[in-house]
């Protein structure tokens, strides 16, 4: 079923890449909207301004990946008309299915593609020279972002007060972390009340808690779970498959993992503070 899906979302959004004279490749807003199944500019133009604001709160230049263009249409009996379009870099098109119709199957398989073709395109331009602190702050943006999709997946599946949405997530980490929940792991970390778990760990922590959160949604949405227990069990099945994998490699296991002294929120405190300084290189 995997391989299926996987096969089915490169399809649909392989065949209407396009491809500068430069081997960049791209994606024409006008010919996404159809395959997203939105079938009014004016409806799809809402989901881009949302993505274009998306851009914007996350440090990038929206004219990099929205780059407006202007094109014409054969309307008939020979007739041409001028049209506003956007080429959209892979990057745009993550951030469009990010901000779309959570209710639509295919923005969900969009999410999976464009998240994990996106990712692996960093892995493979950026990843070796980013240093821990950008590691930790990249990772923790996608934890974000796939955490509101793993929410959707788990209300789909019947998790939906929120009282039971925080032992859905406890299941997770258990499963993780070999039976710590996350109160647990909180004082592991000797964290106070207010201070989030996601936020005092390590590129290799988050990166396992990412792997975890991106494979439960796509299990929950692929299996159509429908009630919370199963969808309880199914988040601690698949955390304690990473932390098996995780020991099969040989590394080290996430509680064990140390904690940095900086948190995610003082980083971005910095990271702001260097951009207001014009310093930031």
């Given at each position: 079923m995997t391989n299926m899906l996987t096969q089915?979302?490169?399809n649909i959004f392989e065949r209407?890449?396009?491809?500068t004279d430069e081997g960049i490749e791209f994606w024409y807003a006008r010919e996404l909207q159809p395959v997203l199944e939105y079938t009014e500019w004016r409806n799809f133009q809402g989901v881009i301004a949302r993505a274009i604001e998306a851009c914007k709160g996350s440090g990038n230049n929206?004219?990099?990946h929205f780059?407006?263009?202007?094109?014409?249409?054969?309307?008939g009996s020979g007739a041409m008309r001028e049209i506003s379009d956007y080429?959209?870099?892979?990057?745009?098109?993550y951030l469009i299915v990010q901000n779309?119709?959570?209710?639509?199957?295919?923005?969900a398989i969009g999410q999976t593609y464009?998240?994990?073709k996106t990712r692996q395109q960093e892995l493979i331009d950026n990843y070796d020279h980013l240093s821990e602190q950008q590691k930790r702050l990249a990772i923790r943006r996608e934890m974000t972002s796939h955490n509101k999709s793993l929410a959707e997946a788990a209300q789909d599946a019947g998790v939906e007060a929120g009282f039971d949405f925080a032992i859905f997530q406890n299941r997770g980490y258990q499963g993780l972390y070999g039976g710590l929940g996350a109160k647990e792991i909180h004082a592991r970390k000797n964290l106070k009340k207010s201070q989030q778990i996601l936020d005092h760990m390590g590129s290799t922590e988050l990166a396992a808690n990412l792997f975890r959160a991106t494979q439960t949604d796509d299990k929950l949405r692929r299996e159509k779970v429908k009630d919370k227990n199963t969808a309880n069990q199914t988040h601690f099945e698949v955390g304690s498959k990473v932390r098996q994998t995780i020991k099969d490699l040989g590394g080290t296991m996430p509680e064990d993992l140390p904690t940095p002294n900086e948190s995610i929120k003082q980083l971005e405190r910095d990271h702001r503070s260097k951009l207001d300084s014009g310093k930031d290189k």
């Open positions: 089915y979302s490169e209407i890449k396009h491809l929206p004219s990099d780059v407006d263009v202007n094109k014409m249409v054969d309307i080429q959209l870099s892979r990057y745009a098109c779309g119709d959570p209710r639509k199957e295919v923005i464009f998240a994990v």
